[in-house]
């Protein structure tokens, strides 16, 4: 029987990125956690040890802050895709490039002052290889929630099933999503960078997402998940496809009859675990495959 080495990679993790620009007495502020990955010809560093092909993670790390002082950030997909092509271009070893990136939203109240946002983390992710280039965006922890326009009723029931129909619930999420976008064709014809408007795409999508989670009278989670996914390939059309992950956050209606009150669906506790978790994934039919596997 032989043994042998299968896919790896190797990057630097979690590389946290506070970019200030000064542009006067007024100041931008771009705060980043990003990841770097690198696979290609590194067998012989998990083999023998010989480390001759291996570019260190420090390097990764030293990397990402001097590009962010000699090339600015910008948005999340462009440094990210800035990053993955040096990789590329400067180690001959390497065949493909990850770069991941979480991007926290701060809110300006001066010149120089910021609030943190915390009601969502915008992301991005890119996979390069010589000949091809992948960006993914996408949004996670986006709690979104309807006191009404929700039912759940017909489905399976069998001697362990306790939970009762409803026509009037709270639907209430944290949505988790990440959307492919157009153009993994040969770079030869097709230029990510250069043909995408990163904010003004993010914007929308979130945008979409949110008001069709807003405008759905939803029989099920899974409803949900295929009107948000659906509208937002139908509004935005440098999206290829988009997969969403929708924890149900259970809220349960208190008895508060042993009081001799009426609880009409006004009192409620909130769940916190188990919790359903609806998955799926929405895509045109003509878009063109993932050339790299892509996660939520």
């Known amino acids: ?37 690198l696979s290609g010809d590194l067998a012989a560093t998990h083999l023998t040890g010989d480390n001759s092909g291996v570019l260190p993670t420090d390097t990764m790390k030293n990397t990402v802050y001097a590009f962010a002082k000699k090339h ?3 948005e999340p997909e462009e440094f990210a895709l800035l990053l993955a092509r040096h990789f590329l271009k400067t180690q001959g070893q390497v065949r493909a490039a990850r770069v991941g990136i979480e991007a926290y939203g701060w809110d300006r109240l001066g010149p ?3 609030r943190r946002q915390g009601a969502w983390i915008r992301v991005a992710e890119v996979v390069a290889t010589a000949e091809q280039e992948q960006v993914v965006s996408g949004v ?5 929630l309807n006191t009404t326009a929700s039912e759940f009723h017909g489905f399976v029931r069998d001697r362990y099933t306790t ?5 009037d619930r709270i639907l209430a999420t944290a949505v988790d999503a990440r959307w492919r976008h157009l153009g993994t ?3 030869g014809t097709q230029n990510l960078g250069t043909q995408t408007d990163w904010a003004a795409s993010f914007d929308g999508a979130l ?10 009278y939803s029989l099920s989670l899974q409803q949900t998940l295929f009107s948000m996914g659906s509208y937002t390939l139908h509004e935005r059309p440098e999206i290829a496809e988009i997969r969403l992950t929708l924890p149900n956050k259970h809220h349960y209606l208190v008895d508060l009859s042993v009081f001799d009150l009426t609880n009409d669906n006004e009192v409620f ?9 609806i998955e799926g994934t929405v895509t045109r039919d003509d878009a063109p495959p993932a050339f790299a596997e892509w996660y939520l």
């Open 1 to 37: 029987m032989a043994i042998v080495l299968g896919p790896n990679r190797y990057g630097k993790a979690e590389t946290r990125l506070v970019r200030v620009t000064r542009d006067g007495e007024t100041h931008t502020l771009t705060d980043l956690n990003v990841g770097v990955a």
């Open 72 to 74: 600015g950030v910008g």
């Open 112 to 114: 120089h002052s910021f």
């Open 140 to 144: 996670t922890g986006l709690t979104l």
């Open 163 to 167: 939970l009762p129909e409803t026509t």
């Open 185 to 187: 064709q040969n770079l």
């Open 207 to 216: 945008t979409t997402l949110t008001e069709a989670f807003v405008n759905t």
């Open 269 to 277: 506790i909130a769940g916190d675990r188990p919790y359903g978790l």
